[in-house]
């Protein structure tokens, strides 16, 4: 069974440009959820889907990051325009149950970003 | 705000070494604590922990949790290279079931 999967797994790119980064969880997984880890500093929750729709979007830091889950798959997390201070590991991981609850969270290598 | 506090920060030890890793938190309306394994990109799942004295054992890791004092401790008996990580603990509380609270990790450096 294929994990949870990233893309891409480095970007670098301009303060200013757009980057658009892209989570295929593990399939019949309804949950997903995106964190981030910047340099020296704790993973932070960012956001969670149920299936299509986002259930908490508490920790999504302004409004130049969009995420979507499109038909309840595959997610993509827009950065536009970034920042350097976006600079960070982001993590997407999935469940197939509601949540960390049962503990069952399946994390993906990450997508480490860039902004210079 | 929900916090989770790990400590040491880093730690260096030799095979056959014990460790034992902290973990205090403070959460509204705690669910449970978790801990996790992170050799190069992915963190792994080891345990979730609700009740406060019950150990979880898998191998040479165990771990348990005390609710009363708002801690947690991760052990690992006779350390191997392969146990070189980060290991992570992450609390789940509110009302969320999808949001983990993480505390920045310690760093286990195993030597031969």
């Known amino acids: 069974e294929a994990g949870v999967t990233q893309f891409p797994s480095h970007s670098v790119i301009e303060k200013g440009q757009t980057v658009t980064l892209r989570c295929d969880p593990i399939s019949g997984h309804d949950n997903l959820y995106w964190y981030r880890r910047v340099m020296g500093k704790e993973i932070k929750f960012l956001l969670h889907?149920?299936?299509?729709?986002?259930?908490?979007e508490s920790g999504m830091p302004n409004n130049r990051f969009l995420a979507e889950r499109t038909g309840g798959t595959y997610s993509t997390l827009k950065v536009q325009p970034a920042e350097l201070e976006d600079s960070g590991v982001y993590f997407c991981?999935?469940?197939?149950?509601?949540?960390?609850?049962?503990?069952?969270?399946?994390f993906g290598e990450g997508s480490r970003l860039t902004v210079l | 705000e929900d916090k989770v506090v790990q400590s040491p920060l880093s730690l260096v030890v030799h095979e056959g070494d014990t460790v034992t890793l902290n973990c205090s938190y403070e959460v509204t309306n705690f669910r449970s604590l978790l801990w996790y394994k992170q050799e190069k990109k992915a963190p792994t799942f080891l345990f979730m922990l609700t009740s406060s004295g019950i150990e979880k054992k898998s191998g040479r890791l165990s771990s348990i949790l005390d609710k009363k004092e708002l801690f947690s401790i991760l052990n690992i008996t006779a350390t191997q290279t392969g146990d070189s990580a980060v290991y992570l603990c992450a609390v789940v509380g509110g009302t969320s079931y999808g949001k983990l609270t993480f505390g920045q990790g310690t760093i286990l450096t195993v030597h031969p």
């Open positions: 991981a999935s469940s197939q149950l509601p949540g960390a609850g049962t503990g069952e969270l399946f």
């Open positions: 889907f149920v299936k299509e729709s986002k259930q908490d």
